[in-house]
């Protein structure tokens, strides 16, 4: 009982009448209602500036060729829009690929490919059975956090739906 006392003297008087049930309620009663409210997790956003280096994967150059699982995509320059680039005065510009040559020069053999396969890169798409030459890029033409790449082949219909699952094998120029 003394120990029970010494406790209550902290948080309030002892009465020499309180039971040890009475006095456990007293502390916890006290107790509770002296707490501290706990902390909460508060998900806070962190600044980044604007635009973040994403490294993307690149292909082991010692290599003359490797196979890649990727996504099938198609372009039209006629159609304009997202399939041309953008000339900077806002026009668009749809009768160069990003290696300089016309479109026209690569209708049914070129691909836009994503920026770590270099130019004139070879692309063997094992789905469609033929090859396709690597002559433009594209702001959706990317790998992905997966490591699969996009392809984008430059023709007037799609050969395949958009988003096609592919395998695809590069042999470097």
Known sequence: MAVAAQIVTINSTPTPTMSV?????????????????????SIQPTYTPYPTYTPYPTPKYDEKSFEVLGYYSYYWPPLGGINCDT????????????????YTDWIGDGVACPASIPFNSRVFI???????????????IYIDDY??????????????????????????P
């Open 126 to 140: 094992k789905e469609l059975g033929r090859s396709y030459i690597c002559i433009d890029r594209g702001g959706l």
């Open 21 to 41: 049930q009475d006095i456990t309620r007293a502390i916890l009663d006290e107790s509770l209602s002296n707490r501290t409210p706990e902390p909460t997790l």
């Open 147 to 172: 490591n699969y790449y996009w392809f984008d082949v430059l023709i007037p219909q799609p050969e395949l739906p958009y988003g096609s699952f592919i395998h695809a094998i590069v042999t470097l």
């Open 87 to 102: 000339n900077p005065d806002g026009s668009e510009e749809c009768l160069h690929v990003a290696n300089g040559d016309l």
